[in-house]
């Protein structure tokens, strides 16, 4: 639903779409301009990455530079899917195989938090490794779930000391706003959803001028 209210109408063409659903990743068009999106889908395992959708986002990355085609990362997601059934499915080689080959594409990329973006998936979902990160002003960054944190960090549970645990919950939230992470500049812009669209097309025309006749410069 996201993808096609940002993209050119009937311009959305998915690819993989019946495997690692979890994953979007579509061709589409944006004021007649060719992207690529990469998108999680909080409506399969709550957005949570696994070991394929892992391997569907990295066969799509080097899809879009051997084409010269613009990523967008369009991130809703509480991280990883870790346990013992993806330690055998090599989940930790594949998330490396995924950052390296977002690391290696020179194409334009852009990305975009819609609600959530926690620990090692905010970096493998392009934050702070794009071109441009941005994130719509309900987005919520931290390298866990503030409840899981608490837990973690403090080796508190509700059902044992419920009113302590909401008041660490509370303070563990407070860094976590979109506004935080552009106080460092670590976004570089805050948008209202209404303003997507626009916003995506403005900074592919920035980001289009660093390429040659449309082509980049491939890393060997």
């Not at 996201?2 to 690692?20: G, M």
């Not at 002003?137 to 909401?166: C, T, W």
Request: proline share 5%; net charge neutral.
């Amino acid at each position: 639903t996201v993808l096609k209210a940002i993209a050119d109408r009937d311009s959305v063409f998915p690819l993989k779409e019946r495997f690692a659903k979890v994953a979007v990743t579509a061709l589409a068009r944006i004021r007649g301009r060719s992207v690529g999106f990469i998108a999680t889908n909080p409506m399969f395992k709550g957005g949570a990455l696994d070991p394929d959708s892992c391997d569907k986002i990295t066969n799509f990355i080097v899809l879009c530079d051997s084409f010269n085609i613009p990523i967008i990362f369009l991130a809703d997601t509480p991280g990883f899917l870790v346990g013992a059934e993806s330690e055998k499915r090599r989940l930790p080689g594949k998330i490396m195989n995924f950052m390296a080959a977002l690391e290696l594409s020179t194409v334009p990329k852009i990305a975009l938090v819609l609600r959530k973006s926690y620990g090692q998936a905010y970096l493998n979902m392009g934050g702070g490794k794009s071109d441009v990160t941005a994130t719509w002003f309900l987005g919520e960054i931290s390298f866990m779930d503030p409840a899981v944190a608490v837990n973690v960090v403090h080796g508190i549970k509700p059902v044992e000391q419920p009113e302590r645990y909401d008041q660490l919950v509370q303070e563990v939230s407070k860094g976590t706003t979109a506004y935080e992470l552009a106080a460092p500049f670590m976004a570089q812009m805050v948008i209202d959803p209404n303003d997507t669209r626009d916003f995506l097309a403005d900074m592919l025309e920035v980001l289009s001028r660093r390429m040659t006749n449309g082509v980049g410069q491939h890393r060997l």
